[in-house]
């Protein structure tokens, strides 16, 4: 199985400060043949269900806003949050659909400071 | 507006059995994957099962396989899960999200609002 590790676990940024979450596969998951990573972010609030933000490692999912936005390839990605703010308050996680089972990263928790 | 709304949780002993549903409106279920994902108490997100659009293949956690078993009825568009042998550890919120295409796995662009699967003496 591809094990996702996120850094840090969670994090507290003051409002209109960038946030960085770090996300590492234990094994490469660029599919070289079509150049696509495949990995995912999803934004999770309490009550909610998740929602995903960014596919292929860097695009971003209709109506998700421009603040966030994905990057990396093969085995260490990073999502940020450009500036944030009070709605954004939630669990990041990262997933990889390179192969079965899909695995999800740990989570990372942001939070204002 | 693609919609996925979960039902038949509750409250079960260890070793009973669960069968939870997901009715699926808004796209052509029969044309995209489903899959089930859950998070458990104080923990994060955890794939469970998928199923391909007609139902042939099917895909599990090992955590679940053997107890669990994933199917669909494209002609109710419904997705489900039968559990069977419930443990204590299988307590969590059940997700029922769409893939994004046919293909398993895949990232997965909607999501129900959960159902609570609670597994105590």
């Known amino acids: 199985d591809i094990v996702m590790t996120q850094s840090p676990d969670s994090l507290a940024v003051s409002l209109g400060e960038r946030a960085t979450i770090n996300c590492k596969s234990s094994?490469?998951?660029?599919?070289?043949?079509?150049?696509?990573?495949?990995l995912a972010w999803y934004q999770h609030k309490p009550g909610q269900p998740p929602k995903l933000l960014i596919y292929?490692?860097?695009t971003r999912e209709s109506g998700v806003p421009d603040r966030f936005s994905g990057s990396g390839s093969g085995t260490d990605f990073t999502l940020t949050i450009s500036s944030l703010q009070a709605e954004d308050v939630a669990v990041y996680y990262c997933?990889?659909?390179?192969?079965?089972?899909?695995?999800f990263g740990q989570g990372t928790k942001v939070e204002i400071k | 507006e693609v919609q996925l709304l979960e039902s038949g949780g509750g409250l079960v002993q260890p070793g009973e059995s669960l069968r939870l549903s997901c009715a699926a409106s808004?796209?052509?279920?029969?044309?995209?994957?489903m899959s089930w994902v859950r998070q458990t108490p104080g923990e994060g997100l955890e794939w469970v099962s998928s199923?391909?659009?007609?139902?042939?293949?099917?895909y599990y956690a090992d955590s679940v396989k053997g107890r669990f078993t994933i199917s669909r009825d494209n002609s109710k568009n419904t997705l489900y899960l039968q559990m069977n042998s419930l443990r204590a550890e299988d307590t969590a919120v059940y997700y029922c999200?769409?893939?994004?295409?046919?293909?398993?796995?895949?990232?997965?662009?909607?999501w129900g609002q959960g159902t609570l699967v609670t597994v105590s003496s």
């Open positions: 199923i391909s659009t007609g139902g042939a293949s099917t």
């Open positions: 999200a769409k893939d994004q295409t046919w293909e398993v796995p895949h990232y997965l662009n909607y």
């Open positions: 094994r490469s998951v660029l599919y070289s043949s079509y150049n696509k990573n495949y």
């Open positions: 292929w490692a860097s």
């Open positions: 997933q990889q659909y390179f192969n079965t089972p899909q695995t």
């Open positions: 808004g796209f052509t279920f029969n044309t995209y994957a």
